[in-house]
């Protein structure tokens, strides 16, 4: 196995978990509650106050983690597909 071949497969796999941890914080951001297994919700959906609730910082966040794990990712795909 190369070295490029390694490394490729290493910054897919940091990808794979940044990728994760995003998607986890976005729907924190939402609302979800891990807990319960279930969404936050103070009433039905017929309410006016049973939209989500929106953490900014948090959706901020996620967003940059989702930006970042796609181009790790695609790094990491082309350190794989380079001829040795």
Known sequence: MNSHFRTGVTWIVAAAVIFAVALACFCVALGLDF??????????????????LWSQPMVIISS?????????????????????
């Open 64 to 84: 940059l983690g989702f930006v970042l794990s796609i181009v790790l990712f695609f790094v990491g795909v082309q350190k794989v597909s380079r001829n040795p």
């Open 35 to 52: 807990e319960n297994e279930g969404w936050q919700n103070n009433g039905g959906l017929d309410e006016p106050d049973a939209r989500a």
